[in-house]
């Protein structure tokens, strides 16, 4: 059984723990039992979650990964970019304190090979959660390669046939590589290299302007290179209001970063050692030239090899199809995560993971449209979002009512110097129920909870005024966005006959 086909560099004491937890060299897949309960088919978050929870249930449970164990979230994703992200804030910290001493010493440069080193070293010790040995010792049987259906109830895996009553896809996803002339000759990074870096590039160019590619543009920023960001759109964060879009723009081009939209790339080529992106912008013919071109277009999921029309598992180019219940096409198979999900998250993909499992063992009738999936965009500030906005309630029909509060009137924001964004909340016109909402703050995704209890709940909006935030702090925007909705329903009759009632009293 070969290693995974993954980079993992540099072949430091970080990576080679990494990978003795999440693909350990000299693994021997365990003999097959006769029959399983559940085989699930990929080791990321959502297949972890099932399996895990499966084992501890009493359940005979086989789980294939074909990589490392983790998936794209503790090896290429959530994990190494959050690392990289805290050490970025620290970049830009020390030279926002140069505001606060009479004799500034010169700007800070850091160490990027610490930096990746510490990335190396923090995910090499969470990967133990997600490991090998740890999902074995729970009690399932962990089987390392690629899957194949040979039936609708049996997987084959380096030669071993395992037969099973319900099965879990949950395979994931990987990025998409856009077909751009000269491209793939020049050569170019994805949220699975780049985090082998050891060396600052110099230059980079970040085509993609979604969450990740925004996210990471504005790191290596801070970290020292200089930036361009590409996208073909007319703004950045397309699935988000407007505003915020404008906001975070504002706030890349105060830190430095070259933001070019509606760039039409046309193609890339090498020249004197440099990476040039050649692009139409306006019907102007420009380029941008860096040392590295970061590619973050969106991302593709990983049927292949999979040989799912043997199982009788119908799949298009956005994944497998499931029902409400997660069901494939075939009853006894079901897929969680970003497999077959709109939503590429951790979280999400954890919280389908048990929806899959409580349908497909426990005879449950769980529904994923029932889930109240956040997101968190990693930026500074941060873009926190839960539900419907302004504008897509307005395409369902839905009649809402919206309410704003800028953090430049929030106390603890102010004490912070964080005035940069917003709360925002939108209910229902009739029922005033919460249906959607975004927050725009340093700490958005800390304080974003809140508002997903509330939705889970159907609470009305007033129900935010009655929570007790410690002062000062930021979330406390929350409470005053639900008296805001107070406010709004004292009509001006209300007010005149209050104060008849009171000129009365006294």
């Given at each position: 059984?070969?290693?995974?086909?993954?980079?993992?560099?540099?072949?430091?004491?970080?990576?080679?723990?990494?990978?003795r937890n999440t693909h350990p060299p000299a693994w021997i897949n365990p003999q097959p039992h006769e029959v399983y309960n559940l085989v699930v088919l990929g080791g990321g978050t959502a297949g972890l979650v099932a399996a895990a929870v499966a084992a501890v249930l009493g359940a005979r449970v086989a789980l294939i990964e074909k990589h490392l164990m983790g998936g794209d979230c503790l090896n290429f994703g959530c994990v190494p970019s959050k690392a990289l992200i805290k050490t970025s804030r620290a970049a830009y910290a020390l030279?926002?304190?140069?505001?606060?001493?009479?004799?500034?010493?010169?700007?800070?440069?850091?160490?990027?090979?610490?930096?990746?080193e510490r990335m190396r070293r923090l995910r090499a010790e969470i990967s133990s959660h997600d490991s090998v040995q740890r999902i074995s010792s729970l009690g399932a049987?962990?089987?390392?390669?690629?899957?194949?259906?040979?039936?609708?109830?049996?997987?084959?895996?380096?030669?071993?046939?395992?037969k099973f009553k319900k099965a879990i896809i949950a395979t994931g996803g990987r990025p998409a590589h856009p077909d751009i002339p000269g491209l793939s000759e020049t050569g170019f990074l994805t949220n699975e290299t780049v985090f082998s870096l050891t060396e600052l590039p110099e230059r980079l160019v970040v085509l993609g302007a979604g969450p990740a590619g925004c996210e990471l543009a504005q790191a290596f920023q801070r970290l020292g290179s200089e930036v361009t960001l590409l996208t073909r759109g007319p703004r950045i964060?397309?699935?988000?209001?407007?505003?915020?879009?404008?906001?975070?723009?504002?706030?890349?081009?105060?830190?430095?970063?070259?933001?070019?939209?509606?760039?039409?790339?046309?193609?890339?080529?090498?020249?004197?050692?440099?990476?040039?992106?050649?692009?139409?912008?306006?019907?102007?013919?420009?380029?941008?030239?860096?040392?590295?071109?970061?590619?973050?277009?969106?991302?593709?999921?990983?049927?292949?090899?999979?040989?799912?029309?043997?199982?009788?598992?119908?799949?298009?180019?956005?994944?497998?199809r499931v029902d409400d219940r997660l069901r494939t096409t075939n009853p006894n198979v079901y897929?969680?995560?970003?497999?077959?999900?709109?939503?590429?998250?951790?979280?999400?993909?954890?919280?389908?993971?048990?929806i899959a499992l409580q349908n497909a063992l426990l005879f449950g009738q769980k529904r994923a449209s029932s889930l109240v999936n956040p997101w968190t965009t990693y930026?500074?500030?941060?873009?926190?979002?839960?539900?419907?906005?302004?504008?897509?309630?307005?395409?369902?029909?839905?009649?809402?009512?919206?309410?704003?509060?800028?953090?430049?009137?929030?106390?603890?924001?102010?004490?912070?110097?964080?005035?940069?964004?917003?709360?925002?909340?939108h209910c229902d016109a009739k029922t005033k129920r919460i249906v959607g909402a975004t927050l725009v703050s340093r700490h958005a995704g800390e304080s974003i909870g809140e508002l997903v209890l509330a939705m889970n709940r159907g609470l009305r909006i007033e129900t935010l005024s009655g929570v007790i935030h410690p002062y000062p702090t930021q979330a406390?925007?929350?409470?005053?966005?639900?008296?805001?909705?107070?406010?709004?329903?004292?009509?001006?009759?209300m007010r005149r006959w209050l104060e008849r009632f009171f000129r009365y009293r006294r």
């Open positions: 059984m070969g290693l995974p086909n993954t980079p993992l560099a540099p072949d430091d004491v970080h990576n080679r723990e990494l990978l030279r926002e304190a140069c505001e606060y001493v009479s004799n500034p010493p010169g700007v800070a440069r850091m160490d990027f090979s610490k930096v990746m049987q962990v089987f390392l390669g690629p899957a194949r259906f040979t039936s609708r109830n049996t997987v084959e895996v380096e030669g071993l046939r395992l964060l397309p699935r988000e209001d407007p505003d915020v879009s404008s906001l975070l723009a504002e706030r890349f081009g105060r830190e430095g970063i070259r933001l070019l939209v509606e760039a039409n790339i046309s193609r890339v080529e090498r020249l004197d050692g440099d990476k040039v992106v050649h692009f139409i912008r306006r019907s102007s013919a420009e380029k941008a030239i860096g040392t590295e071109i970061l590619v973050s277009v969106g991302r593709l999921p990983n049927t292949e090899g999979l040989h799912l029309e043997s199982a009788g598992v119908e799949y298009d180019a956005q994944g497998v897929a969680a995560g970003d497999i077959c999900s709109p939503f590429k998250f951790t979280h999400a993909a954890e919280a389908m993971a048990r930026t500074d500030p941060e873009v926190a979002r839960v539900g419907l906005t302004e504008q897509e309630a307005q395409k369902r029909g839905r009649r809402v009512d919206t309410f704003t509060l800028p953090m430049s009137d929030v106390d603890r924001a102010i004490l912070d110097g964080e005035t940069d964004g917003f709360a925002r909340v406390e925007a929350i409470k005053r966005l639900g008296d805001a909705s107070q406010q709004a329903r004292l009509k001006p009759w």
